[in-house]
């Protein structure tokens, strides 16, 4: 293993939790994020970003606190795949959306049916970007201070719950104490 890699590895321990035995995956309604004092945002998922203006809010936001790259890795156990080692990507900051698009389709088309969920984050701490596919969400978790930030990046009124309740309801339609869970464990309903 590389001393990028085992970088990486570190620092994904410090934003979630990640754990390498599949039958004992963290992925929501559980909580995945390591730090309890965030704040948690949330928007539609099914993709990091919906378009190259996004990306480019993305990127200017990430470098305005201190990122040079980022780097996104598969929670493999929330994904059903028999692969053992998770996809792993790493965006430095200088490339642009045609070359975002490239890194992360290159995954996705040996595997486009597959349910897959993903660790977005960098060398800062103080932030992380959980992609669920189910629910079909993104959950932004930072600290108080780049809540605003990330929240100008995705288009984010409040905590983005608001916007997105009757879709996760309905998502939870058949079992609602995971909806109950997700709303207790990503602090919810108090913010909107």
Not at 53 to 74: A, H, M, P, S, V
Not at 110 to 120: A, D, K, M, Q, R
Not at 124 to 131: A, L, M
Not at 157 to 172: M, P, Q, V, W
Request: proline share 4%; charged share 30%; glycine share 6%.
């Amino acid at each position: 293993m590389d001393k990028q890699t085992n970088f990486n590895k570190l620092e994904i321990n410090k934003v979630f939790k990640v754990t390498t035995d599949k039958q004992k995956v963290i992925c929501p309604p559980e909580q995945v994020f390591v730090r309890p004092d965030y704040d948690y945002l949330l928007t539609i998922g099914g993709d990091l970003i919906d378009n190259e203006d996004e990306y480019n809010r993305l990127r200017t936001t990430l470098k305005n606190i201190g990122e040079t790259e980022f780097y996104i890795q598969e929670n493999l156990g929330a994904t059903i795949t028999d692969r053992n080692e998770p996809f792993k990507i790493t965006i430095n900051l200088t490339a642009d959306y045609k070359e975002f698009q490239d890194k992360v389709r290159a995954f996705e088309a040996p595997f486009g049916w597959s349910i897959n969920h993903f660790f977005v984050y960098g060398q800062n701490k103080n932030w992380g970007i959980y992609i669920a596919e189910y629910p079909t969400i993104n959950i932004i978790g930072c600290d108080r201070q780049l809540a605003d930030k990330f929240g100008q990046v995705f288009s984010i009124s409040g905590n983005g719950y608001a916007d997105l309740k009757a879709f996760i309801t309905r998502e939870f339609q058949s079992n609602p104490d995971q909806l109950e869970k997700l709303i207790i464990n990503y602090k919810l309903e108090d913010k909107d």
